[in-house]
């Protein structure tokens, strides 16, 4: 799988000159939303990314490698890559992850839960939107 198509760079890349403009004109950042989540299959490590360096492998977002304490920061795309599980699996990307919630709101609700993954249905819960995966309810006949 190619963890990170042309489109969601071009997200990605987008939103990190959108951040830096304004840190260059000494105005108030942008809050972006999360674009791509990659995850280790095997374990509780998730990754949310809102931005790509110019350097085409530094990702910028909230990593949480499954010990209780999410952290935002960089990371590399490369990295990432190259891990090696068992069963020759890897590191995966998230083919129908989509957030409405900034990464603000990911860092707040994924430090108060431990997690990224408790996070999620927090946040949905929190908005009032059901899950992908959660069955409608019946229709009367």
């Known amino acids: 799988m190619i963890l990170l198509p042309p489109e969601l760079r071009f997200v990605l890349r987008a939103n990190d000159i959108a951040r830096r403009a304004p840190d260059r004109d000494g105005l108030a950042a942008p809050d972006p939303v ?3 989540k990659f995850f280790n299959p095997c374990g509780a490590a998730t990754w949310l990314a809102t931005e790509l360096d110019r350097d085409g492998d530094t990702l910028f977002g909230l990593a ?5 304490c999410p952290e935002l920061g960089s990371f590399s795309l490369s990295e990432l890559a190259n891990v090696r599980l068992p069963f020759g699996l890897g590191i ?5 992850f989509a957030s409405v919630h900034p990464l603000s709101a990911w860092t707040e609700w994924a430090r108060r839960a431990g997690s990224i993954l408790w996070a999620e249905p927090l946040l949905r819960r929190a908005t009032g939107k059901p899950a992908n995966d959660e069955l409608p ?5």
């Open 34 to 36: 999360p674009v791509v």
């Open 64 to 68: 949480d490698l499954g010990f209780g």
């Open 92 to 96: 995966e990307r998230d083919l129908s």
């Open 137 to 141: 309810p019946p229709s009367e006949s």
